[in-house]
T-cell receptor
Framework: AQSVAQPEDQVNVAEGNPLTVKCTYSVSGNPYLFWYVQYPNRGLQFLLKYITGDNLVKGSYGFEAEFNKSQTSFHLKKPSALVSDSALYFCAVRDPVSGYSTLTFGKGTMLLVSP | NAGVMQNPRHLVRRRGQEARLRCSPMKGHSHVYWYRQLPEEGLKFMVYLQKENIIDESGMPKERFSAEFPKEGPSILRIQQVVRGDSAAYFC??????????????FGPGTRLTVT
């Protein structure tokens, strides 16, 4: 079975500082990994994905994520946080070997960026 | 190109009533997914449908819940005899036809169901 863990319920960072939102996963094969962001009372917006290739993936709004197979991690990063980045962030995994076409989500991490 | 549409955005039902949630996928998308988000929790997969077919319903409760995606019209998630525990945000997502595993899913704004 595939699973995702986001160990931090909340991450606090000052505007202009770098941010990291952590994600680890468990799948039986090579994972497909995704990050989504959710603003209050809105649906999820796609940020970026890792399918294959370079371990560093660049996505929307200046976000990037690094795939680390040995640590089974896919941490989301941004060099300089903005107050407008404050939102709920979800990591998700899909395991193509298992035949699942669906996404398994982590519980989410609330990012709060202070001015 | 309109995104994924869901209606209603908010739905209030009394215990025992039926709830019908609608989802229109993005234009050109033929894969539809339904997820439920309970307070303080992440999204939980419920069901995956293609036109006229249920592909994976492993996340659906065994009773009272059903889903369809007819040849014409939106996908419908139906909850019969709702209970307070059904109160949640229900999200629909869609993805293009073909190799679905490679594509990200595009989410609608959700329907927030409140059972009183």
């Amino acid at each position: 079975a595939q699973s995702v863990a986001q160990p931090e319920d909340q991450v606090n960072v000052a505007e202009g500082n770098p941010l990291t939102v952590k994600c680890t996963y468990s799948v039986s094969g090579n994972p497909y990994l995704f990050w989504y962001v959710q603003y209050p009372n809105r649906g999820l917006q796609f940020l970026l994905k890792y399918i294959t290739g370079d371990n560093l993936v660049k996505g929307s709004y200046g976000f990037e994520a690094e795939f680390n197979k040995s640590q089974t991690s896919f941490h989301l990063k941004k060099p300089s946080a903005l107050v407008s980045d404050s939102a709920l962030y979800f990591c998700a995994v899909r395991d193509p070997v298992s035949g699942y076409s669906t996404l398994t989500f982590g519980k989410g991490t609330m990012l709060l960026v202070s001015p | 190109n309109a995104g994924v549409m869901q209606n209603p955005r908010h739905l209030v039902r009394r215990r025992g009533q039926e709830a019908r949630l609608r989802c229109s996928p993005m234009k050109g998308h033929s894969h539809v997914y339904w997820y439920r988000q309970l307070p303080e929790e992440g999204l939980k997969f419920m069901v995956y449908l293609q036109k006229e077919n249920i592909i994976d319903e492993s996340g659906m409760p065994k009773e009272r819940f059903s889903a369809e995606f007819p040849k014409e019209g939106p996908s419908i998630l139906r909850i019969q005899q709702v209970v307070r525990g059904d109160s949640a945000a229900y999200f629909c997502a869609s993805s293009p036809p073909g190799t679905g595993v490679l594509y990200e899913q595009y989410f609608g704004p959700g329907t927030r169901l409140t059972v009183t």
